[in-house]
């Protein structure tokens, strides 16, 4: 927690604020607490594996050495990059014609600049800020993904990965691209299962890009950016 030091100047006073202990009991805060702004004609849905990854972000940069403990990482960080997902997810749906609005790993770029803004780095040089936020990122979704994905069911998709298997995502690609590239991988249908509460194609892409994303992070496949946010995952 920190000081509110405009209380201490201007009336002598304090509050130490806290933390939310666990990551269930922030996401209840930024439920409540977030924008529910709607678009008419688009559903929103929000997977909980993408919301507990937004909020361990935040849990990291609590953690982590190269942000200013002293200037705190509050719950608003959570609750923006929240809204920001959901905006970035909304403003896609429009773009492709979908009726549902889903968040994926790939629209976490967008919460860089709502990050930056509520976090202080103790960091020197330019685009160190921005490195140290990536690492963050990376590990919120390999802890996540750890604890959310028994990896014996994905040993089908390495081998279609070994065979020779690519699988190309953007932010801005509709769901039914996603679910065409990993068609052939019958197993992976088991893994989505899992991880989703609807039969919906765009909240399948989601949970897709987050199991290619946490392989890539626990270095089962490699990961390379091919320019306009568009990555692509292979061996």
């Known amino acids: 927690g920190r000081i509110i030091t405009p209380l201490k100047d201007r009336f002598g006073s304090q509050i130490r604020t806290h933390y939310p202990g666990t990551v269930d009991l922030e996401n209840r805060i930024v439920e409540q607490e977030r924008s529910h702004f709607t678009l008419p004609g688009i559903e929103v849905t929000m997977p909980a594996f993408m919301q507990e990854v937004v909020t ?3 849990h990291h940069a609590r953690r982590s050495p190269v942000v200013s403990q002293r200037s705190g990482v509050s ?3 959570t609750v923006a990059n ?6 970035n997810a909304s403003r896609r749906a429009l773009r492709t ?3 549902v609005a889903v968040p994926r790993i790939s629209d976490l770029d967008a919460i860089f600049p709502s990050s930056m ?3 202080e780095f103790e960091t020197f040089g330019e685009g160190r800020d921005d490195d140290a936020l990536e690492r963050m990122i990376g590990e919120a979704i390999k802890s996540v993904f750890l604890k959310t994905v028994d990896p014996t069911l994905l040993e089908p998709l390495l081998t279609a990965f070994e065979n020779g298997l690519t699988v ?3 932010d801005s690609a509709d769901a039914y691209s996603y679910v ?3 068609s052939a991988v019958d197993s992976l249908s088991e893994v989505i299962s899992g991880l989703v509460t609807t039969n919906s194609p765009q909240e399948s892409a989601s949970a897709i890009e987050f199991v290619l994303e946490g ?4 270095r089962k496949v490699s990961r390379r950016s091919r320019g306009g946010n568009v990555t692509r995952y292979s061996i």
Do not use: P, Y
């Not at 929240?82 to 905006?87: G, K, M, P, R, S």
């Not at 392989?215 to 626990?218: E, S």
């Open 97 to 99: 014609g979908e009726s």
């Open 117 to 119: 803004g509520k976090i």
């Open 168 to 170: 190309t995502v953007s």
């Open 180 to 182: 065409h590239q990993v």
């Open 215 to 218: 392989l890539h992070q626990v």
């Open 56 to 58: 361990e972000i935040s």
């Open 82 to 87: 929240t809204e920001v997902l959901i905006a």
């Open 75 to 77: 719950v608003r960080m």
